[in-house]
């Protein structure tokens, strides 16, 4: 029986140890957060989890640690362990804290969203209210930014459609001007030929007549005559070349004028 009661009494005796214990850790843990050593003070506040775990304070100051050493996902993680408490006072500090991690990570939209419950809890919070506001300035900004950036792509993308629809219609053109150029050749060649031909028509008449007996007279008569044809098919062909050329330096590639339209 006094064994069972000795039991009884080393069971007290220790309960408010581990008490004192935890509460030591979690203090050791706090100097070094004021100290900016938080990496320290994650270890005391490690410890302390283990002698007393699933505890909101604990959470909580594990996450206000992990914030300040810039490890926001895991500071996130840790608050929304800490929100389980009906301590009214430390859940409105975690929703302002879990705010500042979103801000921190420019999630706008989240840190609105946890400012506005702290001051639900706590309707008189100025810090919560300004920051509020702050991330509500700031997740305007951004939208218009992003705007900005959607627009200059897309009038980027628009410009780039409308250079290569230009680039197109200016290659067309310049076919339909070859295609063009190569129809109007062969047409004025048979003209050439028609002169070559006359030509040398002309020469086996002149050598058809030479081989035939004929007065010296009506001979000389013919070989000037048959001469003033031969100029006048050689001026005829000067002329066919020269209304070549000049058609040739006429041509001319249409202009593509520029585009006309809205600028979106």
């Known amino acids: ?27 050791k843990g706090n100097e070094y957060f004021e100290e900016g050593e938080f990496e320290e003070a994650l270890g005391f506040y490690h410890e302390a989890e283990i002698e007393k775990p699933e505890t909101s304070e604990i959470y909580y100051n594990q996450a206000n640690a992990l914030l300040k050493s810039g490890k926001y996902e895991e500071a996130l993680e840790k608050y929304e362990k800490a929100k389980l408490t009906d301590d009214v006072e430390l859940q409105a500090n975690v929703y302002y804290n879990q705010g500042n991690g979103h801000f921190l990570k420019q999630d706008f939209m989240n840190a609105i969203n946890s400012y506005e419950k702290c001051l639900s809890l706590v309707p008189e919070d100025l810090n919560a209210k300004f920051n509020l506001e702050l991330a509500r300035t700031r997740l305007k900004e951004l939208m218009e930014r992003q705007e900005q950036k959607q627009d200059k792509k ?3 993308q628009e410009q780039q459609e ?28 048979p003209e050439e030929q028609k002169g070559e031909e006359d030509q040398d028509g002309d020469e086996k008449s002149e050598g058809e007549q030479e081989s035939q007996p004929k007065p010296k007279l009506e001979e000389e008569e013919m070989t000037k005559e048959e001469e003033e ?10 002329n ?20 006309q339209g809205n600028d979106w």
């Open 229 to 238: 044809m031969s100029k006048e098919d050689a001026i005829r062909l000067m």
């Open 162 to 189: 409308k250079q290569e629809k230009q680039e197109q219609e200016e290659q067309q053109e310049q076919q339909q001007e070859q295609q063009s150029d190569e129809e109007q050749q062969p047409e004025e060649k």
């Open 154 to 156: 897309q009038d980027k």
């Open 240 to 259: 066919s070349l020269e209304d070549l050329a000049k058609q040739n330096r006429k041509r001319k590639y249409k202009v593509v004028g520029n585009y």
């Open 1 to 27: 029986m006094k064994y069972i009661l000795l039991s009884m009494l080393l069971l007290v005796l220790c309960m408010p140890a581990l008490a004192e214990d935890f509460a030591d850790l979690n203090d």
